[in-house]
């Protein structure tokens, strides 16, 4: 079973660091791109960024970039969203995502989440 | 410009059919892919690609795309479908960048 798991619920306060984890298993991770996604609290679903584990190469989202940092050890299988000082505002539930490989028909071209990870809440206050 | 326009709330009966949309110009290059979310869940695939169903999703859930507008229909809609729906795709601009919708509520009725 194609899987992503997440690391558990974390509360910290504003300015400090924070490192959350999804780990997937079932597949070779190597090979599928792994996407972060935010949704704050009552919100809408927010792509961050994703990464290739094979190669740690990462792309984000205008609004994420140089707010967050994406990287992978693939010799555990692991993703990583990290941040160097958290704000309030960055409560939320931050999902990962498995990105399919892309498929092509009648000249539309697709590439889907799945599976999802189940999520980890972060809370930041004082 | 590269974004996905969902209207915020659709509701149904039960038992009848509802068609949420998706607009936006990256579905010219891309179809839209659905996800359902319910209270207290991590988002589910329903619907990829041309018109795919993942294992164990109901049939009553179809997709469809013309031009830059996709749409996911629920043929006799159940109350275990109330949730929020969000469609995404790639950007046709960005290489690698993602796309989602605002999402819609469906409450069915």
């Known amino acids: 079973e194609v899987q992503l798991v997440q690391s558990g619920a974390e509360v910290k306060k504003p300015g400090e660091s924070l490192k959350i984890s999804c780990q997937g298993s079932g597949y070779s991770f190597t090979n599928y791109w792994i996407a972060w996604v935010r949704q704050m609290p009552g919100k809408g679903l927010e792509w961050m960024g994703t990464i290739y584990p094979g190669e740690s190469d990462a792309t984000y989202s205008p609004s994420f970039q140089g707010q967050v940092t994406i990287s992978a050890d693939k010799s555990i299988s692991t993703a990583y969203l990290q941040w160097s000082s958290l704000k309030a505002s960055d409560t939320a539930i931050y999902y990962c995502?498995?990105?399919?490989?892309?498929?092509?028909?009648?000249?539309?071209?697709?590439?889907?989440?799945?599976?999802w990870g189940q999520g980890t809440l972060v809370t930041v206050s004082s | 410009s590269s974004e996905l326009t969902q209207d915020p709330a659709v509701s149904v009966a039960l038992g009848q059919t509802v068609r949420i949309t998706c607009q936006g110009d990256s579905l010219r290059s891309y179809y839209a892919n659905w996800y359902q979310q319910k209270p207290g869940q991590a988002p589910l695939l329903v619907i990829y690609?041309?018109?795919t169903r993942p294992s164990g999703i109901p049939g009553r859930f179809s997709g469809s795309s013309s031009g830059t507008t996709a749409s996911l229909t629920i043929t006799g809609a159940q109350a275990e479908d109330e949730a929020d729906y969000y469609c995404?795709?790639?950007?046709?601009?960005?290489?690698?960048?993602?796309?989602f919708g605002g999402g819609t509520k469906l409450t069915v009725l």
């Open positions: 690609g041309k018109n």
């Open positions: 995404h795709s790639r950007d046709s601009i960005v290489d690698h960048r993602e796309l």
């Open positions: 995502a498995r990105r399919s490989l892309r498929h092509c028909t009648d000249d539309l071209c697709s590439s889907w989440f799945a599976p």
